[in-house]
């Protein structure tokens, strides 16, 4: 194997770490945003976890800008090697030929290193407004046109007052009836545009 060989394939191995390096860069980062979201929405305030996890995605960025600078260097020397290599067997088909001997075509050098695609599936889209279900879901908005994941909030409705006066009815008078305003199953769904705040459709269980 050939010095340029060899340099060639340990370009290549370092690439495709860099590839995986990347990766579980980015979906730690993912996750570290979205605890973040979610402590954001919970109002926390300002926690030395926050602040922890505000930090270790300042790292992860960091580092994700040294890995692409290092990948788009390696692909220039690549790139380079091949270049030199393509010259040197020309050459060599050049002086071939001039002896007599039928010309040989360099091998094809163009190579592509593609990234895996991520582990975890893509959300599903539901275009349908009036099939939502109960939970936050990825739709778009008939206001702003946007794509967005839905907000819910629940309302009490007539099931909620029902199921209290059926326990009331039972004979759960002892504050067992008051259940139903406690539990959003009984309750009703409203999916909201968390851009625009536009309702976009509320779901009732009756």
């Given at each position: 194997m050939t010095s340029s060989e060899m340099e060639v394939k340990?370009?290549?191995?370092?690439?495709?770490?860099?590839?995986?390096k990347g990766q579980q860069l980015e979906e730690r980062k993912k996750i570290l945003c979205i605890f973040q979201e979610l402590r954001d929405r919970a109002e926390f305030g300002e926690t030395e976890e926050a602040a922890a996890t505000r930090q270790e995605i300042k790292e992860i960025c960091d580092k994700l800008k040294e890995l692409t600078e290092r990948k788009t260097e390696?692909?220039?020397?690549?790139?380079?090697?091949?270049?030199?290599?393509?010259?040197?067997?020309?050459?060599?088909?050049?002086a071939s030929s001039q002896?007599?001997?039928?010309?040989?075509?360099?091998?094809a050098s163009n190579v592509f290193f593609v990234e895996a695609p991520p582990a975890y599936p893509a959300p599903a889209v539901i275009l349908d407004v009036e099939n939502l279900p109960s939970s936050p879901t990825r739709t778009q908005c008939p206001e702003c046109r946007q794509f967005i994941t839905t907000e819910i909030c629940t309302s009490v409705s007539s099931v909620t007052w029902m199921v209290c006066f059926m326990t009331a009815l039972i004979?759960?008078?002892?504050?067992?009836c008051l259940l139903p305003f406690c539990m959003d199953r009984f309750?009703?769904?409203t999916h909201r545009c968390p851009k625009c705040r536009t309702s976009i459709v509320t779901i009732k269980k009756l």
């Open positions: 340990k370009i290549s191995e370092e690439l495709k770490h860099i590839s995986l390696l692909q220039k020397c690549y790139e380079n090697v091949m270049k030199a290599k393509d010259k040197n067997s020309k050459k060599i088909t050049s002896d007599g001997r039928p010309r040989v075509p360099a091998p004979g759960c008078v002892a504050g067992c309750k009703s769904t």
